[in-house]
């Protein structure tokens, strides 16, 4: 599914329809999980997504790529708002506490991972501190997110 979601760009009503078929109340697969946030995002559901998004987190707090598009997706809605609305600041500010909290992760063996760590999310983080300011020196908790 991974694959298809990601890489391919699969047909989104046939992801769901798999997903659905797959997905059982109370599982444990934190994969599939992110398939169907995936799949949320994909279809402008942005809260579905964050609430998978955060499901993941709570269950495996170092899961890199969940953190990563938890701050990808506050990123990219925040800069569909009016520029001075608190909407904008909210989602930025979301955005914003879910990178720090992925480069305090640290390293990972994932290229894509490597790529964002190393080189998107300072330019995010940069942009953000830029238009909300300076961010708290407190180090960011899971549970923040």
Do not use: C
Not at 64 to 82: C, D, E, H, I, T
């Amino acid at each position: 599914l991974h694959l298809l979601l990601y890489r391919i760009e699969g047909n989104l009503a046939e992801m769901e329809s798999l997903i659905t078929e797959l997905w059982k109340p109370g599982s444990e697969d934190l994969s599939l999980q992110m398939d169907r946030a995936a799949v949320h995002w994909k279809r402008g559901e942005i809260q579905a997504a964050v609430d998978n998004y955060r499901a993941v987190i709570r269950r495996d707090p170092k899961r890199a790529r969940a953190v990563l598009n938890l701050g990808n997706l506050f990123y990219g809605s925040g800069l569909k708002q009016a520029k001075a609305s608190s909407e904008r600041r909210i989602a930025l500010g979301q955005a914003r506490q879910a990178y720090r909290y992925f480069r305090a992760l640290g390293v990972s063996d994932d290229a894509f991972d490597w790529f964002d760590l190393e080189l998107a999310v300072r330019v995010r983080l940069a942009a953000i501190e830029k238009e909300l300011g300076k961010a708290s020196s407190k180090p960011v908790n899971w549970k923040d997110l």
